[in-house]
């Protein structure tokens, strides 16, 4: 099946930094959404983005399908912006409804 | 409702019990799933339901797990005989569709399952 690798694992911030965070695919994808886990467990939807280029106020993501990967932009990153950040994929030919997480990246932002 | 909402919160039961574990899509979305995240890991699929076709339950663990979603609506995970390496976080979301671009999903605040 599909492998989905997220980098880095780890990432710990000063307040009002920027990151990049990786999502690595290892097959064409139909589907491409990035979350974001709180540290109370709840996941929040960020962008639902197969291909192309979103932006959602400090946040944004690109999908460069061909080359089968997205990458995850936080700017001015604040305490907030803690917590686990997925992606989660679904290839061409798998199953219509199920998406494979990748591991996240845990991102610790320090006031 | 405004958002998906989960039945109940928290659940400890003991080895061998059945647990029924709930979950109230948003309005309006035919596409239903249940994830199951395990301490400090990422989320895996169980099973799901989408309109009136048949669900997809290639990501059950075991026949221990079934689900049903009654009326398109109102989705119930049940596990029978819980084990240990049942202790997990289960998560229900929605989406309007499956497919079209109408796939965003949206994740409740799921059921924390503890297995004495």
């Known amino acids: 099946g599909i492998q989905v690798e997220q980098s880095p694992p780890d990432l710990i911030l000063q307040e009002g930094a920027n990151s990049t965070l990786r999502c690595n695919f290892s097959?064409?994808?139909?589907?491409l959404q990035w979350f974001h886990q709180n540290p109370w467990g709840q996941l929040i939807n960020l962008f639902y983005i197969p291909s192309g280029t979103k932006q959602n106020g400090r946040l944004s993501a690109t999908t460069v399908a061909t080359e089968r990967y997205s990458l995850l932009y936080i700017s001015s990153s604040q305490t907030t912006d803690s917590g686990v950040y997925f992606c989660?994929?679904?290839?061409?030919?798998?199953?219509?409804?199920?998406?494979?997480f990748g591991k996240g990246t845990k991102l610790s932002v320090k006031p | 409702g405004a958002g998906v909402s989960q039945s109940p919160s928290n659940k400890v039961t003991e080895k061998g019990k059945d647990v029924e574990l709930r979950c109230d899509p948003i309005?309006?979305?035919?596409?239903l799933y249940w994830y199951r995240q395990s301490l400090g890991q990422g989320l895996e699929f169980l099973i799901y339901f989408q309109g009136n076709s048949a669900p997809d339950k290639s990501g059950l663990p075991s026949d221990r797990f079934s689900a049903e979603r009654t009326g398109g609506s109102v989705s119930t995970l049940t596990i029978q005989r819980t084990q240990q390496e049942d202790s997990a976080v289960y998560l229900c979301a929605s989406s309007l569709d499956i497919a079209g671009g109408r796939e965003t999903q949206y994740f409740g605040p799921g059921t924390r399952l503890l297995v004495l």
């Open positions: 097959d064409s994808v139909n589907n």
């Open positions: 989660a994929v679904r290839n061409y030919g798998g199953s219509q409804g199920n998406l494979i």
């Open positions: 309005s309006g979305h035919t596409a």
